[in-house]
């Protein structure tokens, strides 16, 4: 098993931004003086995640783009803006193939010069519908993933349901065994919209197998764990890192830990920090889908741990 010698991590893609937090030792964020220098392009916030995670080793770098946001535009804007060419990017996953994770995949893979192989789910591609509590449908919600465009554009599908190492070590956890007993997808400790797939001509529950994260080895600390949605649950998420690299300790948790949804006990958000505490990682960082409450949660439970992500910022491990 091989360390990395340090980590940085360029939150590219994510639901927040903020020009007044305070640089620290370890993070570093577009502040006002940037945002009011006409020089330079405003970093912009959506809904949807994406981070440049750029791994030290043998007095090299290898950088792996983890999920690219929800629209093409967001993500190469502010790839131009922090000065980040695509073309340094030397693999990509896409944890699971829902429109706020994938969306700016494709034009990312237009702005290269060569291609790019990508790590995805093979269940990514399934035909997804929305059956929200009220009855509303939203159909088909990811029909912009396809295999042809994404080839056509330079996109060397990795369709892979295991864990891959992909760089030196960097692993994806593959598909996440639902081990955790507070942690099954769906009600009723999930949301009460259905998420429904077709598979195999039939219309049926979509537990989002394709669910996966990326784990990285730090030399001395222990592991970083980046999610997506942890659709399976960050808990199991951990585990399955856990168990892929033989590594127990955590030293860092980023991602969404998907507990913002109306309708999710808070009973489950309370189980989840407690067994966060347990770990004692030295860094959570609850994005994305993570909800305010869980945010303020963690900030209160974890004082010392919780890091704010926002758009822009450069964490450096």
């Known amino acids: 098993m091989h360390f990395a010698d340090g980590i940085k991590i360029t939150t590219l893609v994510e639901n927040y931004v903020d020009m007044l937090i305070p640089n620290t030792e370890r993070v570093k964020r577009p502040g006002l003086a940037f945002h009011f220098d006409p020089r330079n392009k405003p970093i912009q916030a959506e809904n949807g995640i994406s981070m440049l995670v750029d791994i030290s080793f043998a007095g090299q770098n290898y950088r792996i783009l983890f999920d690219a946001g929800l629209s093409d535009s967001v993500i190469l804007h502010n790839m131009s803006a922090l000065k980040i060419s695509p073309d340094i990017i030397d693999h990509a996953v896409i944890s699971h193939g829902h429109p706020d994770h994938y969306g700016g995949?494709?034009?990312?893979?237009?702005?290269?010069?060569?291609?790019?192989p990508v790590i995805i789910h093979p269940n990514a591609f399934l035909t997804r519908y929305v059956v929200?509590?009220?009855?509303?449908?939203i159909p088909y919600y990811n029909q912009s993933l396809r295999k042809d465009e994404l080839e056509a554009a330079g996109g060397r599908l990795v369709l892979a349901a295991n864990p891959v190492q992909m760089g030196p070590a960097a692993f994806t956890t593959g598909e996440i065994p639902l081990k955790t007993p507070f942690e099954p997808p769906g009600p009723p400790s999930g949301t009460p919209s259905s998420l429904r797939c077709l598979k195999n001509g039939k219309f049926e529950e979509d537990e989002t197998a394709d669910d996966l994260a990326l784990v990285v080895?730090?030399?001395?600390?222990g592991l970083v764990v980046v999610a997506g949605c942890a659709h399976a649950g960050i808990i199991n998420t951990i585990r399955q890192a856990q168990a892929v690299t033989g590594v127990e300790k955590i030293h860092a948790i980023f991602g969404g830990f998907h507990l913002g949804f109306p309708g999710i006990p808070e009973e489950k958000s309370d189980k989840t920090i407690e067994e966060l505490k347990r770990l004692k990682p030295a860094i959570v960082s609850p994005m994305h889908c993570s909800g305010f409450k869980t945010l303020a949660a963690v900030a209160r439970e974890m004082p010392e741990a919780f890091l704010l992500n926002t758009a822009g910022a450069q964490i450096t491990l």
Do not use: E, F, I
Not at 132 to 137: H, L, T
């Open 105 to 116: 995949l494709l034009a990312v893979l237009k702005a290269r010069s060569v291609p790019l």
């Open 132 to 137: 929200a509590g009220n009855g509303w449908v």
């Open 217 to 221: 080895a730090l030399k001395d600390k």
